[in-house]
């Protein structure tokens, strides 16, 4: 096999790889695009959770405090009628202690039960705000989720038959270069550039011109001292009044 006929066969499998690349990019936007809104729902539905049970202990503990309240209230009801009955300056005195430590009481609890009150009605409004924008999360979901299954079938499919492009390309390249070509690839995304003048395509800088001067005779191909790719030469197409393809080393 010529050299002539590798670099073409090396072009096109640098060409099938870009494309392979898109599709994993899209692949991977789209479906990150999708967990992205599942984890912000399930997030989404564990706060609406501890909010509710932080509102039920709420509504617990005031229910709770208003019980105290009346029997508060009771019990100042009975210091009063105490003080009515009381015989002596020292009975009426302790009485008198009793109804004032229970409406200090009284007061604490209405003061609680106040508090509480607006806190639970800011909870609630919270959990109405988070509630609906559960739904349309949610909504959202279910409204996307059928396309952008479609839309990840479609890119696989499309995947699978560049990656099958791929292995009939491989099929044809010399097992060395192409061990080569793969060992590049782990640190490019391409691994191959041409030159046509002593500059590398890829890096853009120039090659020692003895290297240049021996690729010219398209005998082997070489690897730029740059950036490591694999270099070979091609010489510029003439002219035609078009715009030139673009070269696959900058991809």
Do not use: W
């Not at 509710?52 to 005031?62: D, H, N, Q, S």
């Not at 609906?132 to 499919?157: C, F, H, M, N, W």
């Not at 240049?212 to 005998?219: A, C, P, V, W």
Request: net charge neutral.
């Amino acid at each position: 096999m010529s050299i002539r006929e590798q670099i073409a066969f090396l072009e096109e499998l640098s060409a099938i790889d870009s494309e392979i690349r898109r599709i994993d990019e899209q692949l991977d936007k789209q479906r990150g695009s999708l967990e992205g809104m599942r984890s912000d729902l399930k997030r989404l539905e564990e706060r609406l959770k501890g909010d509710r049970e932080t509102l039920a202990a709420m509504e617990k503990t005031r229910s709770e405090l208003a019980v105290e309240l009346r029997q508060m209230s009771s019990q100042i009801e009975r210091s009063r009628e105490k003080l009515q009955r009381s015989r002596n300056e020292r009975e009426s005195n302790a009485a008198q202690r009793e109804i004032e430590e229970l409406r200090k009481l009284h007061r604490d609890r209405e003061e609680e039960i106040e508090r509480l009150s607006s806190a639970s009605e800011g909870a609630r409004s919270a959990i109405d705000v988070a509630e609906a924008k559960r739904v349309d999360l949610a909504g959202a979901i279910d409204g996307s989720a059928p396309g952008t299954q479609a839309s990840l079938a479609a890119l696989e499919a499309e995947r699978g038959q560049r990656a099958e492009a791929r292995q009939q390309v491989v099929g044809k390249l010399p097992v060395v270069l192409y061990r080569r070509y793969e060992s590049i690839r782990t640190r490019r995304p391409v691994a191959i550039a041409r030159t046509y003048d002593g500059t590398c395509l890829g890096c853009h800088l120039s090659v020692p011109p003895m290297m240049f001067q021996k690729m010219r005779r398209q005998e082997e191909f070489e690897r730029c001292p740059n950036c490591n790719r694999i270099l070979y030469y091609m010489p510029p197409e003439p002219a035609t009044g078009s715009t030139p393809a673009a070269d696959p080393s900058r991809a």
